[in-house]
């Protein structure tokens, strides 16, 4: 028999990926007036509106769909092993490119609104400029492939969905550029960063913010809205070198580093080419997002972002962090 989830009448909110960097942060800004439903491949414990489901095949998403029915469906689960997605492209093409379609189709049969992310790596990264929504896309992996094609499942399958490409994602308790430089950098050790890719980083918690505050403004569905496709990235550019010297300073003013009197900077540029990876990432991959602050006044912040993430992770109790 299938199972109904309710509490009230708040409007029903699914969050899939909710383990995930952006997932966690938008289980974590929610505002009080929706009822949130949180899928986790793997629950720990029982909790009411805790659904443990692996979502790479439709029987399991349509079976979680009939019973939360949610009202809004927010998808931060992908596959996002961008080397490992060019050996397991059957697994990887699942989450990526066919679940968003079958959530769309969900969406549009029942005035579903769909909120749902994709990446930067949809671009070939050839030009040094910030690239815009309508911008030719040209991936060169199989990870950006994918996220293509669950973009293109959903716009075909409804207009009631947000599109948000956002990139160079940090924040929260997965794996991340942020915390595994900052754990190397604590440990003392000197590392080699990449000086020849140039991206947007953007904190996990201002996508959650931004995405909160456009769902505020769209629900509940109606025609004419401003869905579609946006970029959502933080507003500072540079290096992945950059990235990491910007990290290595902010641990300098929070008393985080060893000292060495020796010692500048415990990291120096690399190129590309000395560590070369399993798929190709864009040179250039920098978004311009300007049109989802014009349609929803809200926009990730650059460099301060990283500030506050890092106090929020050293300058705080254990029992109060929240990055
Ligand atoms: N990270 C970035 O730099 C970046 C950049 C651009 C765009 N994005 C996009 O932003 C979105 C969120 O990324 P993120 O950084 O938050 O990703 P993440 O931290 O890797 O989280 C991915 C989430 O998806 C879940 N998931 C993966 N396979 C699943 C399956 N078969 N069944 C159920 N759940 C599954 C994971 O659950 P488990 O905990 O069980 O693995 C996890 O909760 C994705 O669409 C991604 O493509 C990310």
Known sequence: MQTVYRSCNLPRVLITGATGQIGSALCATAPADFELHQV?????????????I?????????????????????????????DGAQRQVAAAHALNAELPGWLAAYAESRQVLLLHYSTDYVFAGDQPRAYQETDHT?????????????????????AAALILRTSWVYGGPTRNFVASIAEKLIAGETLKVVDDQYGCPTWS????????????????????????????AGADQGSWYDFACRIEQELGQLDMLPYDPNLASRVA??????????????????????RFYQHFNCRPAGWPALRQCLRSLYATPPDQQRC
């Open 40 to 52: 986790a491949r793997n629950c720990v414990a029982e909790q009411p509106f805790l659904h443990a």
């Open 54 to 82: 692996d979502l790479s095949g439709p029987a399991e998403v349509q079976q979680l769909l009939r019973g939360v029915q949610p009202q809004i469906i927010i998808n931060a689960a992908a596959w996002t092993d961008v």
């Open 138 to 158: 040209d991936p060169g992996s199989t990870y950006g492939h994918g996220k293509l094609a669950g973009e293109q499942a959903i716009l075909e399958r409804t």
């Open 205 to 232: 918690r201002d996508v959650a913010t931004c995405s909160w505050a456009a769902i505020q403004q769209l629900w509940p569905v109606q025609d004419g809205l401003n869905t579609g496709l946006y970029h959502l």
């Open 269 to 290: 540029p690399c190129g590309t080419a000395e560590y070369p990876r399993p798929a190709p990432r864009p040179m250039y991959s920098m978004l311009n997002s300007n």
